[in-house]
C-alpha cells in the first residue's frame, strides 16, 4: 500500500509500505477515507523530536472497515468509522475513569499511545491506503451515513481538532456568558473558539498574526487580535473594562513566536495568558508542550524547563489544565451535534487532496501558507 513516510527534517514522501493487516484478534482494518495532516505533524516533520526516519504519518483518520479481527463484537465489514487520535485498551484504569489519551497499557513509553507519532507506540499512521485499528470495538466511533457524503469533513474532525478544541474549552471551563481568549488561531485554536461558543461563551478573542487564520477566526464571531500590531494583553484587559477575560485556551505551545519577528519564546503564551485572565479565572493547555525538545532556544528549554510566572499564576488565583485531549469523552456527543445540524466544524479545512500531493502539502501548511489551514489527504481518491 502507499504511505506518507517521513524521511528527512523537512521531507516526506509517498512510498510503497508493507500492507496494514489484522495482528490481534481485537483489531479491525480499515480503508483510509479521509486522514488530516495536523500541527503536531509538523513537531516531527520539522525534525523537532526524536522522530526516526520511515515513520508513517498520520493521527486523524477515518474510512471503512476491510477486515475484522476475530476477537471483534460489534463492528462489521463496510462498516464507516473514525478513530480518536489515541489508542486506548479501555479495560485500564485511566480508561476506565476517562482518560483514554493516558492508557496504561498501549504504550510501552508511558501513558498514552496515539497513530503515526513518536514516542506514542507501535502504531503505524493512517497517512495511507489502509491501517490497522488496535483495540476496535472500544475505539471506534461508528458514523451514519456513507463514504465521501457531505459530512465526511466534518466527521473527520472528530480525530482530534473538534474534540482538542472542546478540551481546552472545557478545561478552561467556558460556560455561559464567558468571556475566552484563545491563543494561536491554527485549527486547533479556531475548534477551541467554536467550540467556546458552542458552550454559551458571550465574547471570544483570538490572537494571532497570521491575516487569513484571524479572518477565518472572525468568520465565526470572534474578535481578532493580531500580536503584530497589539499587545493582546493590553488591547483584552481593554476590551474587558480592566478586568480581563473570564478564560484562556493556549492553542500554540512551545512553539510560541515574539510579536514583530520569528524568534521563538516557548513561555510566552502561557505568560501573557496569566497576565491575560483576571484572577480566579481558569486556562485550558491543549498546545503542546513536550517532556524534551532538542531543537530550543535554549539549554533549559531543549529538557522541557521553561521559565512560567508562577508567582503571578498563584497571586491570581488561576487554575490551569493541560495535556492531551482524551477524544472519546467528546467524540460522540459532537458527531451527534454534526448530524444534527448543532455543528459544522469543516469549515476549518481548506483542501481535500490526494494522498500523492502530501509532500507538496506539508510544505505549504508548515509555511503557514496563506489558505493553508487544514488540509484533509484522502486516500484513493
Ligand atoms: N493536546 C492535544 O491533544 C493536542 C491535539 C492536537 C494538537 N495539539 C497541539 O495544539 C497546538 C496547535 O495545533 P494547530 O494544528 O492549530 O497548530 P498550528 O501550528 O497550525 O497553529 C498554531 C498557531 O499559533 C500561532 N502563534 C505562534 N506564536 C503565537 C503567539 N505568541 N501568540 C498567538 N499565536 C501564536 C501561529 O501563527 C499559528 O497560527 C500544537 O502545539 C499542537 O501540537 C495538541
Ligand atoms: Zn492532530
Ligand atoms: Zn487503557
Known amino acids: 500500500m502507499k504511505a506518507v513516510v517521513y524521511k528527512e527534517p523537512f521531507k516526506v514522501d509517498v512510498e510503497e509500505v508493507e500492507d496494514a493487516r489484522i495482528q490481534d484478534p481485537t483489531d479491525v482494518v480499515i480503508r483510509v477515507t479521509s486522514t488530516a495532516i495536523c500541527g503536531s505533524d509538523l513537531h516531527m516533520y520539522e525534525g523537532r523530536t526524536v522522530a526516526e526516519p520511515g515513520i508513517i504519518f498520520g493521527h486523524e483518520n477515518m474510512g471503512i472497515i476491510e477486515e475484522i479481527g476475530d476477537g471483534v463484537a460489534s463492528l462489521n465489514v463496510g462498516d464507516r468509522i473514525n ?69 465526511e469533513d466534518d466527521f473527520a474532525c472528530l480525530s482530534d481538532i473538534f474534540p482538542t478544541g472542546y478540551h481546552g474549552a472545557a478545561m478552561a471551563d467556558v460556560g455561559v456568558g464567558d468571556t475566552v481568549a484563545v491563543y494561536g488561531a491554527g485549527p486547533v485554536g479556531i475548534m477551541a473558539a467554536y467550540s467556546s461558543f458552542l458552550r454559551g ?19 465565526i464571531g470572534c474578535v481578532p487580535v493580531n500580536f503584530d500590531e ?48 483576571r484572577p480566579t479565572g481558569r486556562l485550558g493547555v491543549v498546545g503542546l508542550y513536550l517532556p524534551e525538545d532538542p531543537g530550543a532556544p535554549t539549554e533549559e528549554a531543549a529538557a ?3 521559565l512560567f510566572e ?72
Do not use: W
Not at 487569513?212 to 468568520?219: G, K, P
Not at 492553542?251 to 505568560?271: D, M
Not at 448530524?339 to 507538496?360: I, K, W
Open 304 to 306: 522541557g524547563r521553561l
Open 83 to 151: 478513530l480518536p487520535f489515541n489508542v486506548a485498551c479501555g479495560f485500564c484504569e485511566n480508561c476506565e475513569a476517562g482518560y483514554t489519551g493516558f492508557c496504561l497499557t498501549v504504550n510501552p513509553n508511558g501513558a498514552g499511545g496515539a497513530y503515526g507519532y513518536v514516542g506514542m507506540g507501535p502504531y503505524t499512521g493512517g497517512q495511507a491506503e489502509y491501517l490497522r485499528v488496535p483495540f476496535a470495538d472500544f475505539n471506534a466511533l461508528r458514523l451514519p451515513g456513507e463514504e465521501g457524503d457531505e459530512f
Open 201 to 219: 461563551a458571550e465574547r471570544v478573542f483570538m490572537v494571532d498574526r497570521v491575516p487569513n487564520r484571524l479572518e477565518l477566526a472572525e468568520s
Open 310 to 381: 508562577i508567582g503571578r499564576f498563584f497571586e491570581k488565583g488561576l487554575a490551569m489544565g493541560t495535556g492531551q485531549c482524551n477524544v472519546k469523552r467528546y467524540n460522540r456527543a459532537l458527531r451527534d451535534m454534526i448530524v444534527a445540524g448543532r455543528a459544522n466544524p469543516s469549515f476549518v479545512v481548506s483542501q481535500d487532496l490526494p494522498l500523492e500531493e502530501a509532500p507538496d502539502a506539508y510544505h505549504r501548511f508548515d509555511q503557514r501558507e496563506e489558505g493553508y489551514s487544514k488540509v484533509v489527504l484522502k486516500p484513493g481518491s
Open 230 to 277: 497589539v499587545d493582546p494583553i493590553e488591547y483584552i484587559q481593554e476590551q474587558t473594562d480592566g478586568h480581563g477575560s473570564d478564560k484562556g485556551i493556549d492553542a500554540v505551545g512551545y512553539q510560541a513566536t515574539v510579536s514583530g519577528g520569528e524568534e521563538e519564546q516557548p513561555a510566552i503564551v502561557l505568560n501573557q495568558l496569566v497576565e491575560t485572565v
